[in-house]
């Protein structure tokens, strides 16, 4: 799915580095059902909804300079538009899952049990995947993968931010990142937490509409996606902001991220 220039740039993206306390009662599957399943929803390119009814992006969000702006010192690249060329992850197995999280985590693996494992659609220098793992008190680590290696941009990597959520949210973020992936490539991921009455979550990227699912798994999402921009990028290229969208069991959506206060809010 091709998508115009925008202006949203990366400020969602960029407020979702720090692993957020979870809430309790989320029960933690085995490492059998993450092997099988790689958790619930495959995000292939033919997944398609409705993102922002038809609107762009909530226009609060920071501004990037248009594509024939000079970009400021040390500020981002101007942006054009982009593809999402794939948006599928696979399961990782249950062995190299192992081996991902005891490098990650170290002597505090043993703590952990996986949730969802995938592999991304494409691969950067640094990740081809995620790991997400709770322990017994439904705290959150997670992973990211290259190989049978794990690495995590949190320091320590079981640091868990106590904050308490707000009344009535249904989804908090862990990390999310975007990484180049040779030339004229670039890998998003992420992942976060959802709430029991949450039974479908999507995302969609900058002003385009079409949404694909996360795979969900032990109260833990995550999402990968490769992107082409269409022109040549500049040196500091942000991309677009991944958008979060939340559905109940009856197919109503129950939460967008484009609309969540906590992230338009004093952009």
Known sequence: MKIGPQNNGASLRSRWGVPLGVATGVTAVSLAA?????GTGDAGPSAADPAHAGRGPVAAAT????????????????????????ATTTPIDAA????????????????????VAVRTPLASADSDGVVVAVNSADQYVQCQSKGDKGTSPDSPPTFINDRLWGTGRVIEYFDSMMEPAGEGKYLMLGAGHYSSEVAKITISYGDDPKQYPARMAG????????????????????????????????GKEIYNQAEDPKFTDDQ
């Not at 993450?34 to 790689?38: D, E, Q, T």
């Open 34 to 38: 993450v092997v099988v399943l790689g």
């Open 63 to 86: 501004a990037v300079p248009s594509p024939s702006a000079p970009s400021s010192p040390g500020g981002a690249s101007a942006e054009g538009g982009f593809t999402i060329t794939d």
């Open 96 to 115: 190299t899952v192992t081996r991902i999280l005891s490098s990650c985590l170290g002597p505090d693996a043993s703590r952990y049990q996986p949730v």
């Open 219 to 250: 109260g833990a999402f995550v999402y990968g996606a490769a992107l082409s921009p269409d022109t040549p990028p500049g040196p500091r290229y942000m991309g677009p902001s991944p958008y979060v969208h939340a559905f109940d069991a009856a």
